[in-house]
Structures are given as C-alpha cells and as structure tokens.
C-alpha cells in the first residue's frame, strides 16, 4: 500500500471511532488531511480538511486552536489547486480570527504567505506587499531573526517586490 491509501484507510477509520469527541476527530482529520497535502494530493486533503475545519467550527468554536489550523491548511490546500478565490475568500475571514489568537503565531505566518502567494498570482501587489511585511513582522517578533520562518517571509516580501515591478 501506499502512503496515500493508508491515509485514505486512516480516514475512513476515523470516521467509525464512536467514542473521539471533536477535538480528536478534528485533530486526526487535520493530519490526515495536511499528510495527503504534504504528499501534494490536495484534490484528496482538501474534502478531509474542509470537513475538518467544519466539524471544528460547529464543536469547539470558531476561534478554537484546531479550528484556526484546520482552516489554515484549507487554505493552503485551495491555493495549491489554483481555486484561489475560495483561498481568498477562506483567507479573509480567517485572517483575523488568527490575528487575535496567541497560540497560532505558526498558522498567522503560513496563511499570510498563503494571501501574499494568491495575491501575487491575482496581480495585487499592494496585497501582496503588505502581506509579506506583516508576515516577516509577526516571525520576526514570534520567534527571532535566524528562523526559517523569518527567511521564508524575507523571500516572500522580496519576491512581491520583484514581481510589481519595485525592485
């Protein structure tokens, strides 16, 4: 078997554990579909994801953790099918819900790249600029100059700029 029909199983596993109360099923859903993304089968992740992200939203709210995060990865799962308006339209919304939450300083840094990325193939450059500066702020001031995170915004920012024409 492969990777990915082993996630596949997994999925329809989850579906029959009776006693997983929503936290767990949103967590085991959130992996199973951010592995089939990893594995670049986001036709496959992302019908996992979205029902994560609303099974998340219905049991623990919004603005829960896991809510945040399964919801980050739907957004990156639509952006790498080129369904960049359902990305946009995800993103949006999320966007500020991530802003408030402390805990997801991760997931605020990958759903900004996700904005800045959409809105570089949409030629918003204005979007996009801002974005990437907001996501280099938050991994500068999260977690430290040296960080992968921190590069990953710098190439962002830098890219947005060589592409509106700013060098």
Excluded: C
Excluded at 38 to 56: G, Q, S, Y
Excluded at 139 to 161: I, K, M, N, P, T
């Amino acid at each position: 078997l492969s990777a990915v029909d082993l996630l596949q199983q997994a999925r329809q596993r989850i579906d029959r554990i009776d006693n997983a109360g929503p936290a767990l099923r949103t967590e085991l859903l959130s992996l199973v579909g951010s592995s089939l993304a990893d594995l670049t089968e986001f036709a496959l992740a992302e019908p996992i994801l979205r029902d994560a992200a609303d099974e998340a939203t219905r049991a623990l709210g919004a603005d829960h953790p896991q809510t945040l995060h399964a919801r980050t990865v739907l957004a990156l799962t639509h952006r790498f099918i080129g369904d960049r308006n359902e990305a946009y339209a995800e993103l949006d919304d999320l966007l500020p819900r991530l802003r408030r939450s402390p805990a997801t300083a991760e997931n605020l840094i990958e759903a900004l790249e996700s904005r800045a990325t959409v809105a570089m193939d949409l030629a918003q450059w204005d979007d996009a600029i801002a974005s990437s500066k907001e996501m280099l702020d938050v991994a500068l001031s999260r977690f430290g100059d040296g960080h992968e995170l921190g590069r990953s915004a710098r190439w962002s920012l830098v890219l947005s700029y060589l592409l509106a024409g700013r060098a």
